[in-house]
């Protein structure tokens, strides 16, 4: 049984193979996933062109050290300076994943701070229920703290704002002043905090 900290203790679901949006147990029930995996499989699974491209990429290179450049590389670089980024970001940093990618971002922007003579801007603002990746300052700086149990003397402690979740508003269930509530608490935490925060995540 696969134990995770958001199921009820033994609770667990095995899954014998995927198809489209559909999950399919070994009894053969067919579950929808509207959630696309863990928010990361949005084109659905077993899509045999998807497979015929991770095949075509892994026989032409299968790796290469991030500073040299593929053809699959420049392809994203131009993709991504066309249509993605404005004209006066020139460099580009390449990871292999979201975890690595937040922790890349945070590095580079203390790095950052820090080379302009403020290092005390280290603040990172974070929402309550957020999910930045599994790495152990990933974890740290995720909301949930059951994803981070048992790690709380490792990681570290972000200040939080409240996320803007309307169906679960302290002050009820889509409250007509539920904007006003959370703008509230965000300007009132970046004000407490001022110059010092260094990331909103």
């Not at 700086?141 to 981070?148: C, D, E, L, P, Q």
């Not at 959370?182 to 004000?191: A, G, Q």
């Amino acid at each position: 049984m696969v134990k995770w900290p958001f199921l009820p203790k033994d609770a667990g679901l095995e899954i014998a193979k995927t198809e489209g949006a559909y999950l399919f147990t070994p009894e053969g029930h067919k579950i929808l996933d509207a959630a696309s995996g863990a928010i990361v499989n949005n084109i659905g699974y077993g899509r045999e062109e998807v497979a015929e491209a991770i095949k075509e990429a892994s026989l032409n290179n299968t790796y290469v050290l991030p500073p040299f450049l593929t053809p699959e590389r420049e392809e994203l670089l131009d993709e991504l300076r066309q249509h993605w980024l404005p004209s006066h970001l020139t460099r580009i940093h390449l990871s292999s994943g979201g975890s690595e990618a937040n922790e890349s971002a945070v590095k580079l922007a203390i790095q950052y701070q820090a080379s302009k003579g403020k290092p005390e801007k280290n603040i990172i603002l974070t929402r309550s229920l957020s999910y930045h990746g599994t790495t152990l300052n990933m974890s740290g700086i995720s909301g949930h703290t059951a994803r981070k149990r048992g790690l709380e003397s490792y990681v570290p402690a972000p200040r939080t704002i409240e996320t803007p979740y309307p169906l679960r508003c302290p002050l009820g269930s889509f409250h007509p002043e539920a904007k006003d509530y959370y703008l509230d608490n965000l300007k009132e935490v970046i004000k407490a905090l001022g110059a010092k925060i260094l990331l909103l995540y």
